[in-house]
């Protein structure tokens, strides 16, 4: 069974562009879930989608939102983007419901560089 | 909120050694997941734990789920330098899932 994915892996961008990045879970995930890491920072959860809702949402700013469609994969877009936003991104899936539904798998990341 | 404290933060040992770490919480979970982190790559999972008082090996790896459901710990055997990275923690109940900061482990040549 294949991995979570992220696409693309690195991505450069300036200051007040918007960026676009892309998760598909594992096969049979309905719940995806993004985070913020950026050097010496742990995880930062941004938010958390099941069945096209967004269940979860951490503490960040408004230009950062998301989206789940039908098929379960999912986008999340930064709006205006800071020098601050320059972070690994990671997109993580799991199955939800059942037994051991809740055990959560991560993709590669995508690498942001905002200049 | 709920929070793990993970600790130690970082540690430094020559290739050989025994690692041990752990997470403690003042909240109750029902599922424990260990992760090891490689630079500019995704955590991956290396155990998961699912019973209070579970003791998991993966290889040179052993976890466990600490009795009174607060607490687990990761011992790592004979570390090689392969083993240098960031381990994570996570607790989760309820469907919500809480990190740790993180153990970033360190083998001295």
């Known amino acids: 069974k294949a991995g979570v994915t992220q696409t693309p892996r690195y991505l450069i961008k300036t200051r007040g562009q918007q960026v676009t990045l892309s998760c598909s879970p594992i096969s049979g995930h309905r719940s995806v879930s993004w985070y913020q890491q950026t050097p010496g920072q742990g995880l930062q959860f941004l938010f958390e989608?099941?069945?096209?809702?967004?269940?979860n949402k951490g503490n960040f700013p408004g230009r950062f939102s998301g989206r789940q469609f039908s098929n379960s994969r999912s986008e999340m877009n930064v709006s205006t983007l800071e020098l601050g936003d320059s972070a690994l991104y990671l997109c993580?899936?799991?199955?939800?419901?059942?037994?051991?539904?809740?055990?959560?798998?991560f993709g590669p990341g995508t690498r942001l560089t905002v200049l | 909120g709920q929070q793990l404290n993970q600790s130690p933060q970082s540690m430094f040992i020559q290739e050989g050694e025994d690692v041990s770490m752990n997470c403690t919480s003042s909240?109750?979970?029902?599922?424990w997941l260990w992760y090891k982190q490689d630079p500019g790559e995704g955590p991956v999972l290396l155990i998961a734990?699912?019973?209070?008082?579970e003791l998991t090996s993966n290889g040179r790896l052993t976890a466990q789920f600490g009795i009174t459901r607060k607490d687990s710990f990761l011992n790592i055997s004979a570390s090689i330098p392969s083993d240098v990275g960031i381990y994570f923690c996570?607790?989760?109940?309820?469907?919500?899932?809480?990190f740790g900061k993180g153990t970033r482990l360190h083998i001295l040549p």
């Open positions: 734990l699912y019973k209070a008082g």
């Open positions: 909240s109750i979970f029902n599922t």
């Open positions: 989608y099941f069945s096209e809702t967004q269940r």
């Open positions: 993580a899936s799991r199955r939800l419901g059942g037994s051991r539904g809740d055990t959560q798998y």
């Open positions: 996570a607790g989760l109940k309820d469907d919500k899932i809480i």
